[in-house]
């Protein structure tokens, strides 16, 4: 498994496979501009409602209507509970930059409790995107591609995460043979 000369191997580091780093690195890439777009469109929306997004393709497929409806907002859950302008009621999109940010950087770390945080904070971000989903076909009777796209890059987010922490396991198991 890698050359027995590396630094990872005299150290005894374990080090991810460079597919699971890019892997990590593009989903999070694509999802952070997905979500900073998304930011973009529900300001430009909220102070002019004159704006036409480019992913505001027809009627029933309007991004700007999702970001810009109560539920763009802390889930359509925050408002209600604290207040349309409280401090913790941020767009989704917010939420989705810091989930991002947050995945590349824990991943740097190679044990079991940072990568069982990346796969809990992945479930949740995959909830979240099952629950806006039901919320976008359903309720809001829309489809927003960009809101579609972030549900696809978290699924394959939590793909990657569920990688790592099996090939994380299989690494510190042969470690202590």
Known sequence: MGNPNSAAATTGKIQMPISHRLARWGLCFIGTVLSVYALYVETSKEA???YK??????????????????????FGILGSILGDHHILNQ???????IFYILQVAIAKIHTL?????LLMTSILSNVG???LAYILYFVLEDFCLVCVSTYIVNALLLGVNVL?????????????E
């Open 91 to 97: 767009p989704n999109c917010f939420l989705g930059v």
């Open 48 to 50: 002019n409602p004159q």
């Open 129 to 131: 995107s099952v629950y």
């Open 113 to 117: 409790a940072a990568t069982n945080f």
């Open 164 to 176: 790592k922490w099996k090939y994380l396991s299989r690494m510190l198991s042969k470690k202590r």
């Open 53 to 74: 997004a480019m992913c505001d393709i027809g009627e029933s497929m309007s991004c700007s209507k999702v970001f810009t409806s109560k539920y763009g907002r802390g």
